[in-house]
Nanobody, 119 residues
Framework: QVHLVESGGGLVQPGGSLRLSCAFS????????MHWYRQAPGNQRELVALIGSDGITNYTGAVMGRFTISRDNAKNTVYLQMNSLKPEDTAVYYCNGDRVVPGREYVYWGQGTQVTVSS
């Protein structure tokens, strides 16, 4: 069984930075595509960034150039470095892991960590 635990959220002023971490417990971490999603009050959950098992990354336009997703397969951890934060980045941020094998898809979610950007 896989468990994902996010950490690193908090309150930060506009223009500040935070680094979120997602600790993956279980096996085959390196084979998972890892994602960061976020959900603001009244909004749908949206994909923020993803990193493949090959290290290729992708970002939603709203965070491109400000956020960086990375992974450390030796530590079974994925990170989201968030710079130049804006009030509209305020949301609960969720870590997600996805692995597809023939005939089955494994999808896991963390419990979320709150990020609040406010002066």
């Amino acid at each position: 069984q896989v468990h994902l635990v996010e950490s690193g959220g908090g309150l930060v002023q506009p223009g500040g930075s935070l680094r979120l971490s997602c600790a993956f417990s279980g096996s085959r971490f390196s084979e998972f595509i890892m994602h960061w999603y976020r959900q603001a009050p009244g909004n749908q959950r949206e994909l923020v960034a993803l990193i493949g098992s090959d290290g290729i990354t992708n970002y939603t336009g709203a965070v491109m150039g400000r956020f960086t997703i990375s992974r450390d397969n030796a530590k079974n951890t994925v990170y989201l470095q968030m710079n130049s934060l804006k009030p509209e980045d305020t949301a609960v941020y969720y870590c997600n892991g996805d692995r597809v094998v023939p005939g089955r898809e494994y999808v896991y979610w963390g419990q979320g960590t709150q990020v609040t950007v406010s002066s």
